[in-house]
């Protein structure tokens, strides 16, 4: 038969005993539901963390050092004897890492002590250069203010425990002025011709700098690794860069080769489009004579994690759809009893076994079908009232509504796909049984 | 076998074990039917001519012997090939009518088009023929259970008409009806033996009626085949 033909009288059969197979599709239905209620929450989950993650910048970022050095307070470890020769991270070495393909930012982290000078008091802290970036990290979501009106613009945003020192009412501190008292570097003029000799060095000059609070922001900003944690006042990175202020790693600069107006970075973050390819690019700055340390294996992790927790949460949610499963075998089984004299006397029309087998397969295929696409509905609908639930909460609680389920298309297909295919698994053993049966006894059966 | 028989029954055996006892359904029975005759198998309950109607409709396989129609022997047909001959050689009528329910009578009609893999614009046109043989063409859209007895057999004939087979297959088409409406659906079925040319084997117990059709009444009894003897003949019951 064909399979309109066998679709039509599938559909009719099932049409028969209407509250029987609704009732058998609705437990397909909730199967299917509670499946895609558990993996549209862990999918969710996963999406939150992996956005929450790639916004910080701490999976997507690959830290530089010159290879010769070890970080500050003992930092990340040399890199292998066998890697390429040594070479200094200046500037040269920062338009090389930009260049590199996939590269979508490369910066130095400045961080310098200050003397903030604010209502005619001094206060001492740690001012940290942001990179346009940090203003996507989630980070400065929710913060009083705003981000830097541009990467050039003379603006500050304080960390709100510093701004609390400053002003307890932090609000009334964005639009006003503050100066910042820095230690600006200025080459002597032994090695102005910049040849690097060790003879080199350079001058300490007190520099003043007006500054407008445009922000406060909660929390420490963690911009890529090796973040600015200890930043208290931040300021856009380009404007921290043209103060040219003295840094704690200069003084070594100074030991090691010299280069009074060519200060070498002493670490510089390469931001990459997505983490996975931090692995790849991590490989070229090495290569190029850089020791590079990455978080990628913690993005790994994460990702491990969320594969087992997806797995977990889909076989709980199977669970139901295996209960399901035996409703159907229930159902046709059943079908079979009573419809029993009508197989003999499809059998006696000239049907085949296999023509009959593949009636009650499609009979089980249309309830798989009908409950996939309802359960789809519903688990929907579930993984909609737990954001709705949860943002409800988190408004109350000041905080940010957030998606915490998810049903992407491949869900969808995959759910019903799979409804299908577990449905058309429940009728393998009704088919069967039904087309093995006998045409004269089934013609005799009342 | 001739050309001009429809089927050729050659020593032909079905037994059955009920618990330890074997029951011989049919006992070597051999029997042809020429092409264009209306058999009448009779006997009392139990004597075995349903079962050999089932075994010449291929629901059902001979213990020993062959049954041939068309050249086969349908004792060594596959499965699917003996469907294919129930489909496309021969047409069944039951008692009990077994039409389904919940279709109407156009739609229980259409049931062997559609398991012949017909072309749905091909099949009105078929049903339409067929529910003209029957005389039914005004009740196509009604179910079973608003007919009469007498329709509902008549619809019967027309879906085991409607794939034209060779041969129609009647297990006691009559033992539901009463007697006048019992011999309109002989007459009809006569007639259309007569017209198409089909080969008719009919299970009856009403020696009358079958006296009265069919060319040739073939008596079983304990399985065995007692007797095989042509009738008066209907034409002959006609012109008398």
Known sequence: ?446 | MGTDTAIGIERVSRHYLMGQTAIRAVDDVSLTVPKGEFLALLGSSGSGKSTLLNLIAGLDRPTSGAIVVGGRNLAELSSLVLARYRRETVGMVFQSFNLLPRMTLEENVELPLRLAEVERTERAARVRQALEHVRLTKRGGHRPSELSGGEQQRTAIARALVNQPRILLADEPTGNLDSATGEAILTLLREIQTNLGMTIVMVTHERNLAEKFADRLATMGDGKLLSAQATAGYRAEVTR
């Open chain 1, 1 to 446: 038969m064909k399979l309109r033909d066998m679709t039509e009288l599938a559909v009719r059969n099932l049409r028969e005993a209407v509250l029987r197979n609704s009732l058998t599709t609705l437990g397909v239905a909730v199967g299917v539901a509670s499946l895609v209620a558990m993996l549209s929450l862990g999918v969710g989950l996963q999406q939150l963390a992996t956005s929450r993650l790639s916004k910080s910048g701490l999976f997507d970022s690959i830290f530089v050092t010159p290879k010769v050095m070890r970080g500050p307070g003992g930092g990340p470890p040399a890199t292998r004897a066998a890697a390429p020769a040594a070479r200094p991270l200046d500037d040269a070495a920062r338009k090389e890492l930009t260049r590199l393909p996939n590269v979508t930012e490369v910066y130095p982290q400045i961080r310098f002590f200050t003397e903030v000078r604010f209502d005619g008091k001094p206060f001492a802290t740690m001012v940290a250069g942001l990179p346009e970036s940090s203003r996507q990290s989630g980070a400065f979501d929710g913060m009083q203010g705003s981000f830097f009106s541009s990467d050039h613009a003379d603006e500050a945003v304080l960390q709100s425990e510093f701004a609390k020192d400053l002003n307890p009412q932090t609000v009334s501190l964005i639009g006003k002025e503050l100066i910042v008292r820095y230690a600006e570097r200025q080459a002597l003029p032994a090695s102005a011709d910049g040849s690097g000799s060790k003879d080199g060095g350079f001058s300490v000059v007190p520099r003043e700098k007006r500054l407008k609070i445009v922000g406060v922001v909660d929390t420490e900003p963690a911009s890529g690794f090796g973040g600015f944690g200890s930043g208290r006042l931040l300021i856009p990175l380009t404007v921290a860069e043209t103060l040219r202020a003295a840094q704690v790693n200069d003084l070594r600069d100074v030991l090691r080769d010299g280069s009074g107006d060519k200060p070498a970075y002493s670490s510089l973050t390469v931001r990459v489009k997505t983490p996975s390819l931090v692995e790849a690019t991590e490989t070229k700055v090495k290569d190029m004579g850089f020791g590079a340390f990455s978080l990628l294996d913690a993005s790994k992790s994460l990702r491990i994690f969320f594969s087992v927790f997806d797995l977990l949460l889909g076989i709980f949610g199977s669970l139901a759809l295996a209960v399901a499963t035996l409703g159907i075998i229930n159902t046709l089984v059943m079908a079979i009893l009573e419809r029993r004299r009508e197989i003999g006397v499809l059998k006696a029309l000239g049907a085949a076994d296999r023509d009959v087998k593949e009636l009650f397969f499609v009979e089980a295929g249309v309830m798989g079908l009908a409950g996939g696409v309802f359960g789809v509905f519903f688990g929907w609908l579930i993984g909609a009232a737990l954001t709705f639930g949860t943002n409800v909460y988190l408004k109350r609680q000041d905080l940010p509504g957030v998606r915490i389920a998810a049903v992407p298309w491949w869900l969808v297909a995959g759910a019903i796909g799979f409804s299908v295919l577990v449905s058309l698994a429940a009728g393998l053993y009704p088919a069967s049984r039904a087309a093995k049966l006998n045409p004269v006894e089934a013609l005799r059966y009342e």
